[in-house]
């Protein structure tokens, strides 16, 4: 098939400029009665909180990116346009995930954003997104939507989560790039050193997908950690997405996730660390054939990860369930490796 280029992005991820901001931690027991608080404050303090959330909401809902309190900015469009060209040839076949994927609509509420929560497929990361309410708490919802698990789709399609049941989540403070998050001391139980990595990992990928959380430190129960586990993992200080490259997958793909409508042309984004910096993504229909393909190269060295944010088109008979695949062909012999496939809902 007639393949088409794109061109992928030294890995630099674009951070807003956003204040320190810090969420006060979640109480662990009950507090002392309180003394009776005036009406007067009491209304005064209502006026200003709803201004507060008013502005909020402005700015999170206008423009590429919106203020999101704890966790500071979220980009929500953007990128660096590829330019393409194009042959059509007869459409392959191949085997597809079997998920039910549910229509949904591709536009949001005004009142809702989208955030991505990090599970577990195989023995590396993957990415899920989650449609919240809009909140200044966004790393906090983000956090409890990780404890809550994959779907059920999610889980049809080999995801899973390393966090141990029974984990809770007991605070969240953000201050200067630094991401302190407080668990319960249930996180840390249970499980081998591919277990622990991929627990933290979750955790890490999560916080660290907002603008003002760059690295994260541990607690439990309000215990900051130096020792993780029973496997000796040092953390006794602050870690990021670098620490975690082992259990990332080559071919790293954010942006659609399991269960994602997407429109043509479709917005591929994500990180990758592949042979000579090139890989390539399909779009194969409900029947398994492949209605679109793009080869995407890095201009960069291989061994080092690369960011990568394109449209690809495709064209469709009518709405239905597909698959977006990446993979990148092995330099031996050409055969797909690192392949990766993403159960969604193609529209037009």
């Known amino acids: 098939m007639g393949r088409l280029k794109g061109k992928l992005l030294g890995y630099q991820p674009q951070r807003g400029t956003a204040p320190d901001l810090r969420e006060a931690p979640v109480q662990r027991r009950p507090g002392s009665p309180k003394s009776p608080v005036p009406a007067s404050a009491l209304i005064t303090a209502f006026l200003l909180i709803s201004g507060l959330v008013a502005l909020t909401l402005g700015v999170v809902g206008c423009g590429t990116s919106g203020t999101v309190g704890d966790a500071g900015t979220i980009s929500t469009t953007g990128g660096t346009e590829t330019t393409t060209t194009s042959t059509t040839e007869p459409p392959q076949q191949t085997t597809t995930t079997s998920v039910t994927i549910v229509p949904t609509t591709t536009t949001l509420a005004d009142n809702m954003m989208t955030v991505t929560v990090y599970f577990v497929k195989g023995e590396k990361i993957a990415a899920a997104h989650r449609v919240i309410l809009k909140t200044l708490e966004v790393g906090k919802t983000a956090m409890l939507e990780l404890l809550d698990g994959p779907t059920s789709n999610e889980t049809a399609a080999g995801m899973t989560s390393a966090v141990p049941t029974g984990s809770t989540f007991l605070g969240l403070d953000i201050k200067n790039g630094v991401a302190t998050v407080n668990l319960s001391k249930e996180y840390a139980s249970g499980g081998g050193s591919l277990s622990m990595a991929l627990r933290l990992a979750q955790v890490v990928y999560t916080l660290t997908q907002f603008s003002t959380a760059h690295t994260v430190n541990f607690e439990l129960d309000g215990v900051p950690v130096d020792v993780f586990g029973s496997e000796g993992i040092i953390l006794n200080h602050p870690v990021g997405r670098a620490e975690y490259e082992d259990v990332t997958p080559a071919i790293f793909v954010e942006s659609p996730t399991v269960g994602d409508t997407v429109n043509s ?66 330099a031996k012999d050409g055969t797909p490796i690192n392949l990766e496939e993403i159960p969604v809902r193609l529209e037009k």
């Open 265 to 330: 042309p479709a917005r591929i984004t994500g990180t990758a660390n592949t042979f000579e910096a090139s890989f390539i993504a399909q779009i194969k229909d409900e029947a398994g054939a492949t209605i679109a393909e793009q080869v995407v190269t890095a201009n960069l060295v291989a061994g080092q990860r690369g960011m990568f944010d394109l449209p690809l088109p495709y064209k469709l008979g009518k709405a239905g369930n597909g698959s977006l695949v990446v993979f990148e062909e092995s």
